[in-house]
């Protein structure tokens, strides 16, 4: 596969497992208050691999060609008459979700659940994959001289983490379980450590993983190939002296044993967010989460506010996104890029340009 020479080069699925370098015309700018923005890093996410293998997530399925990726940082190029905050050279964050702005979510700060959201790379709506994107100025979060334009982009999945945490209350002094050692789970990690967790204990099945967890925001981590969903609680209270449990729980994984353990492990009174998607439908020990009065909450993307506290985390040194990159590669070869996402073997892997 070659990149065509045209003005606007961009990685796009035309159907399940088929990609292609096409030429798309440069966007233009819709609005008075939209940015034109050059692509500089791009990082893959578990969905566009998701897409790319099986053409839908839940309710989203692809059924024209769609530009992948979402996770971006650029450089201004064009600014519509009416921008206020930005200029041409200015180094942004995409955030990547264009939400109606009107409805009673919107107006709520919940953008994320808006009904009528656009969002990159999730059918029909074309990623950021391409050498032009457009947003709205108040979609493009800058950044400080000293975040780079991979940071930028790693400022994606850091909002995710935020957005778990602020759902989960994380505050100074918790005791917090993290399920899942993946992107989402670690930086989730790392987040909790920035907001003041005393302890952020770590749950996976893969020694690999757990090592990596260990090394970056873990202050303990526990492998889950031990036992049961109970034998799994009991053995993490056991392991960290925590009594009464754990005070939050955020669920990265999606597995059905890592949700029960969850619910165990957690003290009376104490929250869990779910962050990670598997099964539809998974066997909830109910009974367990009503006699401990538990808090359960579900967690989806991220709302107002969150991408500029990720990219204040990055610029203040409280979490580093760059330990987590294992692979970087070029535009033209981002097929490998998304052949080496989908293998596993490494956390976060970037793609450059195109140039
Ligand atoms: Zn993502
Ligand atoms: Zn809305």
């Given at each position: 596969m070659s990149i065509p020479s045209g003005e606007n080069p961009s990685f796009v699925l035309?159907?399940?497992?088929s990609v292609a370098f096409e030429d798309r015309p440069i966007p233009s700018l819709k609005s008075p208050t939209d940015v034109l923005i050059r692509i500089g890093i791009t990082g893959i996410c578990g969905s566009d691999v998701h897409y790319w293998q099986h053409g839908s997530i839940g309710p989203f399925i692809l059924k024209a060609p769609m530009v992948l990726g979402h996770e971006s940082a650029g450089t201004i190029v064009q600014c519509g008459?009416?921008?206020?905050?930005l200029k041409v050279g200015d180094r942004v964050a995409l955030e990547p979700g264009i939400p109606c702005r009107g409805c009673k979510f919107c107006k709520a700060g919940t953008y994320n659940l808006c009904t009528d959201m656009k969002f990159a790379a999730t059918p029909p709506y074309d990623g950021s994959l391409a050498k032009f994107y457009v947003l709205p100025e108040d979609f493009c979060v800058k950044l400080p001289d000293n975040v780079s334009l991979e940071e930028g982009a790693l400022v994606e999945p850091l909002s995710v983490g935020v957005h778990v945490c602020k759902l989960a209350n994380v505050t100074a002094g918790d005791k917090v379980a993290v399920f899942g050692a993946g992107p989402v789970g670690l930086l989730a990690a790392a987040t909790a450590r920035a907001f003041g967790a005393a302890e952020v204990v770590v749950v996976d099945i893969s020694e690999q993983r757990l090592k990596f967890a260990g090394e970056y925001a873990a202050t303990g981590t526990y492998d889950a190939r031990k036992g049961d969903a109970r034998a799994n609680a009991d053995g993490i209270k056991e392991q960290f002296g925590w009594t009464f449990g754990a005070d939050k729980v955020i669920e990265a994984s999606g597995a059905e044993p890592s949700i029960q353990t969850a619910v165990f492990v957690l003290r009376a009174g104490g929250t869990m967010v779910q962050a990670g998607m598997g099964r539809d439908v998974v066997a909830f020990p109910i009974v367990e989460a009503a006699a401990k009065e538990l808090v359960v909450k579900g967690s989806f993307r991220y709302a107002a506010g969150d991408y500029e506290l990720a990219v204040k985390l990055v610029a203040e040194g409280?979490?580093?996104?760059?330990?987590?990159?294992?692979g970087r590669y070029d535009f033209k070869d981002a097929e490998k890029a998304f052949e080496e996402t989908k293998s596993g073997k490494g956390i976060k892997v970037l793609i450059r340009g195109p140039e």
């Open positions: 035309n159907s399940i497992k008459s009416a921008v206020s905050s409280k979490v580093d996104v760059m330990k987590l990159v294992t």
